[in-house]
């Protein structure tokens, strides 16, 4: 009997591998009557069931097998397989992780588990299930390829080139090999290695659309013309390429031909039908407004933003913060923030009847026109005239004829010297109030007109010009003549260091005025600059262009993230911490399968085309040479020597010096909005000491790119006027030093450098940026520094002392030096009470009463912390003291990124953080203080929202943009954290 059995095993298994699926079948069917409880032939059965796509019958076969032999490993992946194709993941990877339980060791079997533990966010085991699966089938290229892909996404790109080489190293001819080498060498800057490995795989595979379109993306940078040919000869082989198409755009985006790229994303658009549209929709109405096709381009918006839950959350936000506070309308920043409104809820309101069309179209281009002038007006006094300029051309093409606008059009050219075409704006705009008899505008424009003629040494036009002024009988504004600005003597230039200066001054005896200061051991270890000698400044050249965009440098940026090496543990979620093996409930993971559908994927704005998405900046693993477990996880990129080469790095030298009849101009705060943006401390032989002044866009650790000549000092006309100032002042005021995490991190520690160098009783003034907050005065007062002492330089923002003492900047701004920690801990720790009781472990800090970066659906995250006990606090609405006790005693601390983190600086060793944060504003300042203490630190990722042309209207920048945390995503993360 057991013969015959077998031989019908044989048969069967022969029938289905020949596909003689009915044969098969009736077989099994004979074996199941001779001996019913034979698993094998239940297998057999099942697996028959499955190739003829019976899912229910091929599920009964296997659940008999596994009934009758419940260590059956080989229907246990079976099964796994059969759970994968009906999309049921997490009973998928059960089944899997049983069979291997068991002892299997098919490579599928972990290759299949890896692409699960992929698609639910678990990269770490996904990376550990390829791995294994290459280690037992060495030439795996699915298995490779699974890799690549998460290296390529964490953007280990060393990895990911390994890898793929690995791939066309085990098959020369596999195109796709080489198409995803090129598009991570393309990621990685390495343009032109990336090109040669897409005409390697053309002469392969000439007939690719794919290789076309990825080359196009490589050319784009350098060659645009070449990329659009690439890109028209990808869409001739597929003419329903979707992914040319919307390059193709993009690149014609690029190159200013707007016109021809709406074509090609409304072609997108018809090719997608009813998908997701929003980012090809935004690319479209970008460059419909560009050209001033504003209806269209409102139709498309009003699809984009109805019923959007982060549109909707943003209006409710807006409204109620314009409802409750008190504005002049002289709050130009306000008044943009009301224009905006209108214009979202008027958009949402569109309606495509005939009747009401134009209507409402004239509604919603009156309150666009609004929001140019209006930000135009904001980006003026924040001295960012030439993008102020734009936002003005803007206004023009919604209102051609409007004199206002041409007049504020001149202004910022005036002030950018593009003199000649100021002249032009100025005279359009005589020419239209000419028609209009607006006689005061046309007055202060012939006042503006001589100014500019004064500029350009023209001096009997100017003159004909203030004549026109003084033929009125106006009573003009105050503020055409009577500001408190007045000439100031240029800079000669500028010392990259104090110390040469004052060695120049005093020779040998320089130390009488310049002491060094060192507060811990390494400090002296920065870098020296090369040049001792001043630097002259050509005014004549006027500012050069940047290179190097200081906070908001993504190259710089990019470096930094890498040395902090965040690890992606799931969709959306990011550890910093050094964490064991990120291990997955393979018994839960059923029930997280909703993250897939859930989690939103997209990205921000881009100049450039997509190619394959990028969401994490975690850099994990490359496979080596010899194929081992241990080599396989080697990481090839930074480890903790990546941050200490980063502290290194941000050391400077600290100093005191004293620099006689010395200046400082310290630009004040002059609304919630527009704060210390510039620094300037000048000797009195008009020189700037670059070591001591500073500016946005400040320049990130290891950025060489800075260029201290092109300070704003240099380029001003004019000053406040000059407060003489008796005895000895200490300047201590940094950037941005109203907010809390600044005055914190920037200028207290300033104070330190400052006592260190000279004795404060002999100190006369110190000049803060202003003194008028809690945690203003009560810092102030716990360092001793009498109230009668203290200077606002809000109040006072150009000085010269009898002897102004300046100490150093700790380090590059907002980078908090490991004996900065310690004075912060040292000198607000004292007396913290110990009585755990009065204060809770688990924190939330809110930003309701926040102007930006506020959590758009807190009312559900607090909802879902609060059934773990957590507890909602303000810091803002707290003592200093209660604020420090608060974060002492905490366990666990959630909260949006945000100046209430910063007194994380009190925190106990081994206290978890999880930090939200918009995708568009990723930020270290609270990583590095974790990594200083020794916390445990976490953040999320907030959903995306795509539409560019409405978000950049939403928020001036994306430092303010607002987080919408995605739910899903949370509730892993308390997973990971162990609060769940």
């Known amino acids: 009997m057991k013969i015959k059995i077998e031989k019908y095993l044989r048969l069967a298994k022969s029938d289905l591998t020949e596909g003689k699926l009915s044969q098969a079948i009736a077989t099994c069917e004979k074996i199941l009557e001779i001996q019913p409880n034979s698993a094998a032939a239940y297998r057999i059965l099942g697996e028959t069931y499955q190739v003829e796509n019976d899912f229910e019958k091929a599920m009964y076969a296997y659940a008999k097998a596994v009934e009758i032999q419940p260590e059956y490993a080989e229907v246990h992946a079976f099964l796994g397989q059969l759970y994968s194709q009906k999309k049921w993941l997490g009973e998928a990877a059960n089944q899997y992780q049983k069979a291997i339980d068991l002892g299997l060791k098919w490579p599928e079997v972990y290759y299949n588990l890896g692409n699960i533990f992929y698609k639910v966010g678990y990269l770490e085991s996904a990376i550990q299930s390829y791995e294994t699966a290459i280690i037992l089938k060495p030439d795996y290229i699915k298995a490779y390829f699974g890799l690549g892909i998460i290296f390529e996404r964490e953007r280990n790109y060393q990895g990911a080139v390994d890898i793929y080489r690995k791939v066309i190293k085990l098959n020369p001819d596999f195109v796709e090999a080489y198409n995803s080498l090129g598009s991570v060498l393309a990621d990685w800057n390495r343009t032109s290695e990336a090109i040669e490995v897409y005409q390697q795989a053309l002469v392969l595979k000439p007939d690719s659309a794919s290789l076309y379109n990825n080359l196009g993306f490589s050319l784009l940078e350098k060659n645009p013309i070449e990329a659009i040919a690439a890109y028209h000869r990808a869409i001739e082989l597929d003419p329903n390429f979707i992914k040319a198409h919307y390059n193709l755009g993009k690149a014609l985006q690029i190159i200013g031909e707007h016109e021809r790229a709406v074509k090609y994303f409304q072609e997108v658009i018809r090719l997608k039908g009813e998908k997701d549209n929003v980012l090809v929709y935004s690319d479209c109405v970008f460059s419909l407004m560009t ?144 028609s209009e008899n607006r006689i005061d505008e046309r007055t202060k424009i ?77 400090t002296t270890e920065y870098r020296e600059e090369s ?110 020597e990546g941050i200490y080469y980063f502290q290194k790095l941000s050391r400077g030298l600290t100093f005191v010096t004293i620099v006689p009849e010395g200046r400082a101009w310290i630009m004040p705060k002059k609304n919630y909005w527009r704060l210390c943006y510039g620094i300037a401390i000048m000797t009195p032989d008009n020189y700037l000491l670059a070591d001591l002044s500073r500016e946005y866009p400040s320049p990130l650790p290891g950025c060489t790119k ?53 004795d404060l009783e002999k100190i006369d003034w110190f000049v803060v940026n202003n003194y008028q907050q809690p945690f203003q005065r009560e810092t102030l007062k716990s360092l001793g520094i009498k109230e009668e002492k203290i200077l606002a330089s809000d109040r006072h923002p150009h000085i010269q002392a009898e002897e102004l003492v300046v100490p150093s900047y700790p380090s590059y701004l907002g980078w908090l030096q490991p004996w900065g920690l310690k004075f912060l801990r040292e000198v607000f720790l004292r007396g913290i009470t110990n009585n755990k009781s009065d204060f809770p472990e688990r924190i939330y800090i809110g930003r309701g009463n926040a102007r930006y970066r506020r959590v758009m659906n807190e009312p559900e995250v607090v909802e879902i912390l609060g059934k773990f006990g957590f507890t909602y606090v303000t810091p803002e609405s707290m003592s200093l003291e209660t604020q420090i006790s608060t974060f002492a005693h905490a366990k666990i601390i959630v909260a949006p990124h945000g100046s209430g983190l910063t007194n994380l600086v009190f925190c106990n060793p081994g206290t978890k953080v999880i930090e939200f944060f918009s995708p568009h504003y990723l930020r270290y300042y609270y990583w590095h203080i974790s990594q200083l203490l020794g916390l445990e630190h976490y953040y999320l990722i907030g959903e995306i929202f795509s539409c560019y042309p409405i978000r950049n209207i939403m928020y001036e920048s994306s430092l303010v943009e607002d987080i919408l945390v995605n739910l899903d995503s949370l509730n892993q993360m308390l997973k990971v954290v162990g609060i769940v």
Not at 482 to 505: A, C, F, M, R, V
Not at 605 to 620: A, H, Q
Not at 724 to 749: E, Q, T
């Open 706 to 758: 800075h260029d201290p000549s092109q300070h704003q000092i240099f380029d001003f006309e004019e000053l406040p006027p000059l407060k003489k100032i008796n005895g000895r002042v200490a300047v201590l005021s940094v950037l941005s030093g109203n907010i809390y995490f600044h005055w914190m991190v920037d200028l207290l520690p300033r104070i330190e450098i400052l006592r260190q160098g000279i």
């Open 531 to 640: 040049i001792k000698s001043p630097i002259k400044v050509n005014f004549e050249n006027g500012k050069k262009d940047l290179k190097c965009l200081g906070l908001n440098c993504h190259e710089c940026l990019n470096q930094i993230y890498q040395w902090f090496n965040p690890k992606s543990l799931a969709q959306g979620v990011y550890s910093l911490s050094v964490q064991g093996e990120f291990k997955p409930n393979i018994d839960s993971l059923s029930q997280e399968i909703s993250l897939l559908n859930s989690v939103q994927n997209g990205g921000r704005k881009s100049s450039t085309p997509l190619k394959k998405e990028r969401t994490s900046l975690s850099s994990l693993t490359s496979p080596s040479k010899e194929g081992t477990i241990s080599t396989l996880t080697k990481d090839t990129t930074n480890d903790m």
């Open 446 to 522: 012939y006042f503006q007109l001589g100014k500019v003629m004064e500029k350009q040494q023209k001096w009997q036009l100017a003159i004909d010009y203030y004549t026109k002024v003084s033929w009125t009988k106006l009573q003009l504004s105050t503020d055409i003549f009577n500001h408190d600005l007045l000439p100031y003597q240029k800079l000669e230039g500028l010392y990259l260091s104090t110390k040469d200066w004052i060695q120049k001054l005093d020779g040998k005896n320089y130390q009488k005025q310049y002491k060094e200061v060192k507060l811990e051991e390494l």
């Open 291 to 434: 050209i001033g096709k504003f209806p269209t381009a409102f139709v498309y918006l009003k699809n984009i933003i109805t019923n959007h839950q982060f549109v909707d959350g943003y209006c409710q936000i807006l409204e109620s913060k314009l409802g409750n506070v008190e504005q002049t309308v002289s709050d130009e920043m306000y008044l943009t923030k009301v224009a905006v409104f209108n214009f979202m809820k008027q958009l949402q309101k569109l309606d495509s009847n005939p009747e009401n069309y134009q209507q409402k179209f004239h509604q919603i281009s009156q309150y666009l026109l609004q929001y140019y002038i209006h930000f135009g007006n904001v980006l003026m006094e924040n001295q960012s005239y030439e993008a102020a300029g734009n936002f003005y051309q803007r206004a023009l093409q919604i209102q051609p004829n409007s004199a206002d606008v041409y007049s504020l059009l001149g202004n910022s050219l005036v002030k950018q010297k593009r003199l000649n075409s100021a002249i032009i704006s100025y005279q359009i705009a005589l020419q239209i109030l000419l």
